[in-house]
C-alpha cells in the first residue's frame, strides 16, 4: 500500500510511557491557581457539603499513538474519489494503535502522565472510573491494570471499575466520579476517569472512520469546569445499529444509515427533554444562543456539522426567537414534515447547515481541532472536543452544551467559572 | 452421563418472562408499609436533602433458571470421591441456563417481575445500572436490551450503564446507584439494579463451582435496608488470579489456590481499613461479634467457612476481648507466621474454622441458603447471600457485614432498619 504515515513522536513502546502527546501539557495551569485540594479524607459532612460545590473538571491530560494516517492518502489507497474523506467526513487524520500498545498501554501512560503533570500523590485518588468499548478481556477489567500506577504507594483502597456502553461509557465514568464527590460516602479523596479507546474498522466505508486515543480526568469540588445538574438529559433506546456481536474480532457491526439516523434522534429526544426542563426551572426559553460552545461527540465531523444544524432546526421548530427571519422562511418548507422524514430529506439537512453555517463556526468549530486530526476515539471523543476548546477558547470560556456518544445518547450542559 | 436434573419449575422460553422463581414473591411487603415513595422529579435541593436519608434497598428480586444439577450427581458423574463438592466444597446444587435463556433473558425476566410485584410505574426509574461480566456484546450494552421493558411507558431518559470488573460490577452498580440519589443530580426518581451472570467452567476441578442467576434491586430513599457510608472500604490489585482472555470461549481462566489467597488476603486488607476507619470515627475497637450477620461472596460455600474463619483470626491478632481465652490458647502457635505461611497452614485453617463455627453458625449460616442451592452467581452472589439473610431471618435483622468479590474486593456495613 502506499499510506503516508506522519509520525507525530517517535514510537515509545513501553508499556508505562512517561512522556506522551499531550493537549493540557501546552497549558499548565498558572501557579496562582493551584488545584482545589481534596478535603482532608473523613472530615464530618457538614463540612464536605461546605466544601462539595462546583464538583468537576480539576486537570485533564490526553494520549494518541504517535502513528497515524492522512485521509488524503487514504482517499488515494481505497481509491476513493477525491474529499470523499476529507470534505465528505470531514476528516484530516486518523491515529492508529500499532503493535507495541493499546487501549491498556494508552490509559497507564495518560494516568501516569497527569499524576505527573499535576504532582498528584497517589495516595490522594480515591476512585477510578474507566470508560471504554474495547474489551482486551471479558473479566479482568481496565481499572485492575491500572491499580499497577497505586502499587508503590500502597493505595489499594480506590472503589469504581469499568463502564461499558459503546461511546457513552466514558461519561457515564464521569458521572458516577461527580456523583460520588456529591454522595455521603465521599472520604474527601480525587476521583479520576479515563476513557480510553481504539476505534478499528473492517475494510469498507467505515474504515476511515477509525481513531484511538485515551483521556484522563481528574474530579473534584471547587472546579474550574464544574457540571450543571438539573437540565441533564438523555435518551437510551434497543438499537441494533452499532455493535460488537463478534467476540473474537475488534471490528464492530454497524448499519451506517441506521447509526446516523438513530444520532439525530436521540439528539433531538435529549435537547428536547433538556429545553423542557430548563424552562420549567429558569422560566425562560432555552436556545443554542444561550450556549457558547456546542461539544458533540464526534465519529466524524460531518456528523458534527449535520448535528448542530439538526438544532437549529428543533430551534426553528420550537419558533425561538434566535431564529432570524431569513433563517424561517427558508425552514418553513420543513415545517410540516414528519419527523422520519424530516431525517431523510436530503434538502433539510443542506439548507440547515448552510443557515447555520455563521454559529458553527462560532459555537462548534473550536471544539473539532482534535476529532478532526484523531478521528473517533469512541468513549474519549466527547472529552478530546472539549480538550479542543480549552485549548482555543481558554481565555473566554463560559457555558458548554454537551452532546456524548453515538447510540445512547445523553446530553448536560456545564458552567466554566474560570481557566 | 448420568446426570440428574432436578427441575425447579416448568421452564419458560420466552425471552421476557412475567412469573419468575423468586424469592421475595414469599415474602411480599405488608400494605401497612409501602416502598418509599420517590420525591417528585426536580423538587429543590432543600426538600430533597430532608427526603434523602437512608437511601439503600427498597425492593429485591431474583430469578434462576429452572434447571441444575445436584452435586452428588455430579460427582457420580466426574468420578470425584463422595463428598468432594458437597462436603469439600460445601455446595448442594448448581443452576444452570439451558438453551433457551442467558444473561439477558435473566435480566429481562428479573426487572420485569420487580416493577410488576411492586407496582412500580416504569416511568419512576431514573436510572439503571446492570453489573455482570458475562459477555454477550462487546459494545452494546445488557442496560440497552433492558431499555425494552420502558419502551411502552416512552422513558427513555434513563441513566447508567453496564459496570464490568468480575464479581464485583453488581456492587460498583449498586453502590452508583446510592451514590446518584445522594448526589445533586438526582430527580427524584428510583433507581435499579441489575445483578446478572451465568458462571460455566471448562472440565476440570472448577466445573462443580459454576451456577446463574440475575438479581434486581430497587434503590431509594427511606429503605428499609440502608449503607453506613463512613466505614467502607475496598481492596484492588492488578492479579492475574481469574480472568478471561479467550474472547470467544465462554470459559475464564483460573488459578484456583492463588484465586483463593487473592480473596483472604483482600479479604484482611478490607478488614483491617473498614476496623481502622470505624475506631477512628466511632473511638471503639470493631470485632465481628458486633456484627449480627456477615454476608461473603460465595463462589463456593467452604471459601465462606475459611472466610470467616480469617475474620475470627483477625479478631485474635488484633487482641479483640471478643475473643475467648480458650480461642487465644488455641490460635497462639500461629500468632508469629508471616502473612504468607498464615495464607498457606492448614492446621491454622482447620483450627480457626473450628473455633469459629458457632459464630459461623448464628452470624454466616442464614446466608447460604441460596449460594449453596444455586452455585456461584458471580455479581450476584453475595446479593443471593443478603436475599437468603433476609429471608431466614426478616423478623430480627440489625446489622450487616458484607464482603463482596472473588478478586477485587470491597467491604461494607449496611443498618437494617426494619423489615
Known amino acids: 500500500g502506499n499510506l503516508v504515515y506522519y509520525p507525530r513522536r517517535a514510537p515509545r513502546p513501553r508499556r508505562c510511557q512517561s512522556h506522551t502527546n499531550s493537549l493540557t501539557s501546552h497549558t499548565p495551569p498558572p501557579a496562582s491557581q493551584p488545584l482545589g485540594e481534596p478535603a482532608e ?100 477489567s481496565i481499572k ?62 467505515a474504515r476511515p472512520t477509525g481513531g484511538a486515543a485515551a483521556i484522563a ?63 420549567k426551572l429558569v422560566g425562560e426559553q432555552f436556545s443554542i444562543s444561550d450556549a457558547d460552545y456546542c461539544v458533540f461527540h464526534s465519529p466524524y465531523n460531518k456528523l458534527v456539522q449535520k448535528s448542530f444544524a439538526r438544532l437549529y432546526f428543533n430551534d426553528f421548530m420550537r419558533n425561538c426567537s434566535s431564529v432570524d427571519n431569513d433563517a424561517k422562511e427558508k425552514l418553513q418548507p420543513f415545517a410540516n414534515l414528519t419527523s422520519e422524514e424530516s431525517y431523510q430529506s436530503r434538502d433539510l439537512e443542506k439548507g440547515s447547515q448552510q443557515l447555520a453555517k455563521h454559529l458553527y463556526d462560532i459555537k462548534v468549530q473550536p471544539s473539532t481541532l482534535l476529532p478532526k486530526q484523531i478521528g473517533n476515539m469512541y468513549t474519549a471523543s466527547l472529552y478530546a472536543a472539549l480538550a479542543s476548546v480549552i485549548y482555543n477558547k481558554h481565555a473566554s470560556l463560559v457555558r458548554f452544551w454537551f452532546y456524548a456518544s453515538i447510540l445512547y445518547l445523553y446530553a448536560f450542559v456545564s458552567h466554566v467559572h474560570s481557566l
Open 41 to 140: 479524607a473523613q472530615s464530618g459532612r457538614r463540612d464536605r457539603e461546605m466544601e462539595c460545590k462546583d464538583v468537576g473538571i480539576l486537570a485533564m491530560d490526553m494520549y494518541f499513538p504517535p502513528t497515524c494516517v492522512q485521509q488524503e492518502a487514504l482517499e488515494v489507497h481505497d481509491g476513493a474519489s477525491k474529499g470523499k474523506y476529507t470534505i465528505g467526513l470531514g476528516q484530516d487524520c486518523m491515529a492508529f494503535c500499532s503493535e507495541v500498545e493499546d487501549v491498556i498501554s494508552m490509559s497507564l501512560t495518560v494516568v501516569k502522565s497527569l499524576l505527573e503533570k499535576y504532582h498528584i500523590d497517589p495516595k490522594l485518588i480515591g476512585r477510578l472510573e474507566v470508560g471504554s468499548e474495547t474489551v482486551i478481556d471479558k473479566s479482568k
Open 144 to 205: 485492575t491494570w491500572l491499580m499497577q500506577i497505586f502499587e508503590e504507594s500502597g493505595n489499594t483502597d480506590i472503589e469504581g471499575v469499568d463502564s461499558s456502553n459503546a461511546c457513552y461509557g466514558g461519561t457515564a465514568a464521569l458521572l458516577n466520579c461527580v456523583n460520588w464527590v456529591e454522595s455521603r460516602c465521599w472520604d474527601g479523596r480525587y476521583g479520576l476517569v479515563v476513557c480510553t479507546d481504539s476505534a478499528v474498522y473492517a475494510e469498507g466505508p
Open 217 to 279: 480526568m481528574l474530579i473534584g469540588p471547587n472546579a474550574p469546569i464544574s457540571f450543571e445538574s438539573k437540565y441533564r438529559a438523555s435518551h437510551m433506546a434497543h438499537v441494533y445499529d452499532f455493535y460488537k456481536p463478534d467476540l473474537a474480532s475488534e471490528y464492530p457491526v454497524v448499519d451506517g444509515k441506521l447509526s446516523q439516523t438513530c444520532y439525530l434522534m436521540a439528539l433531538d429526544s435529549c435537547y428536547r427533554q433538556y429545553c423542557a426542563k430548563y424552562e
